[in-house]
């Protein structure tokens, strides 16, 4: 069935340092990619998403490419704050159309 | 920004109450699903709904219950609690083929 690997956390950053959180994915066809982030105490909100394949989602600083030969989804920013701090989870629907999630990545920012 | 709304947010009671976690979103979305979220953080897909009348149990076993009488509603029942339903639950709602939009959680305390 389909699943999703990020990498796993924790991971622990200074302000204005660069992010990486790895995605690879499993799926028939070709499923819609997404990244949602969990501020403490909070729901998921949507970060960014992608449809097919070479699409870029981007928001709030936040970039992740859909990379069908490489079956990953790499989430990026180039120089977090503080407030970036939270739980980020990768996710993916295919053709079940039910979200499959990763196991989510803790990113802790200090100043 | 998604109008998808729970409560309650948070909620401690006894073992053996039965307890209602409701869920509402204005947004006229066919699909409804709840999923739990243990403390490591992982998400499991306890029920889905994909229109009204139709219920469906998730890929995690739950001893929840789920109806979907009304469009906007997707109500969750736990019959008689037990502390290892402490835990978060999640609603959340999307159009077809769409992005999953998420309720900010009820926070379950089972003491």
Not at chain 1, 11 to 24: D, G, M
Not at chain 1, 69 to 76: A, D, M, Q, R, W
Request: charged share 20%; glycine share 10%.
């Amino acid at each position: 069935g389909d699943s999703v690997t990020q990498m796993e956390g924790p991971v622990t950053l200074s302000e204005e340092a660069f992010l990486t959180i790895n995605c690879t994915y499993t799926a028939t066809g070709y499923p819609s990619l997404f990244w949602y982030v969990q501020y403490p105490g909070e729901g998921l909100q949507l970060l960014l998403k992608a449809t097919k394949a070479d699409d870029k989602g981007s928001n709030k600083g936040f970039e992740a490419t859909y990379r069908k030969e490489t079956t990953s989804f790499h989430l990026e920013k180039g120089s977090v704050q503080v407030s970036d701090s939270a739980v980020y989870f990768c996710a993916l629907i295919g053709g079940s159309e039910k979200l499959v999630f990763g196991k989510g990545t803790k990113l802790t920012v200090n100043p | 920004e998604a109008d998808i709304y729970q409560t309650p947010r948070y909620l401690v009671i006894g073992t053996g109450k039965k307890i209602t976690l409701e869920c509402s979103q204005t947004m006229g979305h066919d699909k409804m699903y709840w999923y739990q979220q243990d403390p490591g953080m992982e998400l499991h897909l306890i029920h889905y709904s994909y229109g009204v009348n139709s219920t469906e149990k998730g890929d995690l076993s739950s001893e929840s219950t789920v109806s979907r009488i009304r469009t906007e509603h997707f109500p969750l029942t736990l019959e008689s609690a037990r502390p290892s339903h402490t835990s978060q639950y999640l609603c959340a709602s999307s159009a077809k083929g769409n992005t999953i939009y998420f309720g900010e959680g009820s926070w379950l305390t089972v003491v």
